[in-house]
């Protein structure tokens, strides 16, 4: 029973605690994320996408050539390129990665970001893009004779790419959302269906949504993506101490006048919040309660209005991988997980909790009774006020 464990990479070092500096593209610092990442145990590291980002393709790239087993998730918006162009960039990466590539498909929940890219399609109709978009990906990577389509969005005579991807039958394609129309489009074209980290009551009846969805598209159950901002202690006080630290900071920084995460604040006000359903479902979360099951904390996602992969498990390495394995145990088979200290958790996570969750599903797979515990919620005066109840 494999899991899967993601990382992210990006070209400056920074995060909600940490407001980036320098140069937008630090070559070192892209070398030594991946390096860390790879020594780290990760299989693979998410490359994000924004309208005002760097190429995250060229920057796959460049970190593919300096590693030699990580993989490379990499964020992608259709609509931006011609879905035949868009397929030949991959393969042909796939080539050079040494078929280390898989596509995290992003359809857009914000329509002003959207149209930073210049696309106005409403939600509905981007998600109906998105299908037809990856029916033609699909059929570029495996068509041995030329092709034409004509649908509702794209249009094309007779096209054949010489280039193929390593990965067989494709590269593997990931993809997100909360939707009613995420769950049709993902469950319909995807290999790994990507969440954030809600509770576990919430997240098994996503999972139950997206294999519903497989089904009545005639495809098998995809693999399940949570993920979660984990926060490690080397005792249960000191992580506690550690959680409450960062929110304060991020809080400062979200609320500092130059902020570069201004636009957090605007997700944070009922009537200009979030319009995409994953971070309506994660506030949903934090406003029915700051800790849930064994070590899910919601409050940093309430400090941000949702924005992104922003809920953390908090406790000691043995307890967030007991956490991590209760995700496993309704179905989730990958794993991302990003510190706030980008770097320095990283090598964390390699040495202390990465460890951990593969030793017991090693001990699964020998039929060895479970080293697991039951659910413990922390005591509330803990996880309020990061300091022992005692």
Known sequence: MPVEFIGLISTREGSETHQPSGPVIDRDYVRRSARVHEDAGFDKVLIGYSAGSPDNIQVAAYAAAHTERLGYLIAHRPGVVFPTVAARYFATLDHFAAGRIAVHIITGGNDAEQRRDGDYLTKDERYDRTDEYLDIVRKTWTSTEPFSHEGRYYKLEDHLATVRPVQQPHIPLYFGGSSQAAY???????????????????????????????????????????????????????????????????????????????????????????????SQRLLAAAAAGELHDRALWTPLAAATGAAGNSTALVGTPETVAQALLDYVDIGVTTLLIRGYDPYDDAIDYGRHLIPLVHEEIARRDRGETANRTAVEPVPAALAANGASAN
């Open 184 to 278: 049709r489009v993902g469950g319909k074209q995807a290999n790994v269906f990507a969440l954030w980290g809600e509770p576990l009551a919430q997240t098994a009846e996503q999972i139950s949504a997206v294999n519903h969805a497989a089904v009545d598209a005639g495809r098998p159950k995809p693999g399940i993506s949570v993920s979660f901002r984990p926060i490690l202690g080397p005792t249960e006080d000191l992580a506690w101490e550690r959680a409450h630290r960062i929110l304060k900071t991020t809080q400062e920084k979200l609320d500092a006048p130059n902020s570069i995460f201004r636009e957090f604040r605007s997700r944070r006000n009922p009537e200009t919040g979030p319009r995409n359903v994953g």
